[in-house]
Nanobody
Framework: QVQLVESGGGLVQAGGSLRLSCAAS????????MGWYRQAPGKQRELVAT???????NYADSVKDRFTISRDNAKNTVFLQMNSLRPEDTAVYFC????????????WGQGTQVTVSS
């Protein structure tokens, strides 16, 4: 059974930093794409950043130049370094992994809370 487990969330003051980690287990294949999404109260889940196995990245405009996504392919682990955090970054952050083997499968973590105080 594939599991994605996030860690690193918490409470931080505006302008501070946090580093999220997501480790996959129960899978022998490398995820084609891994990423982070977030969902704030009363809002839809939105993309934060993604990274392919080859290292190509994509960021939401709202986090460009503040967040950095990286991954360790050998460990099927993805990281999100978040700097210059703002209160509007407050949300539950979800790890995502996409595997393409004949068909496409999406896997999600349970989420980790990030709260930025003003």
């Amino acid at each position: 059974q594939v599991q994605l487990v996030e860690s690193g969330g918490g409470l931080v003051q505006a302008g501070g930093s946090l580093r999220l980690s997501c480790a996959a287990s129960g899978i022998t294949f490398r995820f084609n794409s891994m990423g982070w999404y977030r969902q704030a109260p009363g809002k839809q889940r939105e993309l934060v950043a993604t990274i392919t196995a080859g290292g190509s990245t994509n960021y939401a405009d709202s986090v460009k130049d503040r967040f950095t996504i990286s991954r360790d392919n050998a460990k099927n682990t993805v990281f999100l370094q978040m700097n210059s955090l703002r209160p509007e970054d407050t949300a539950v952050y979800f790890c995502h992994g996409q595997l393409i083997v004949i068909n496409t499968r999406d896997y999600w973590g349970q989420g980790t809370q990030v709260t930025v105080s003003s």
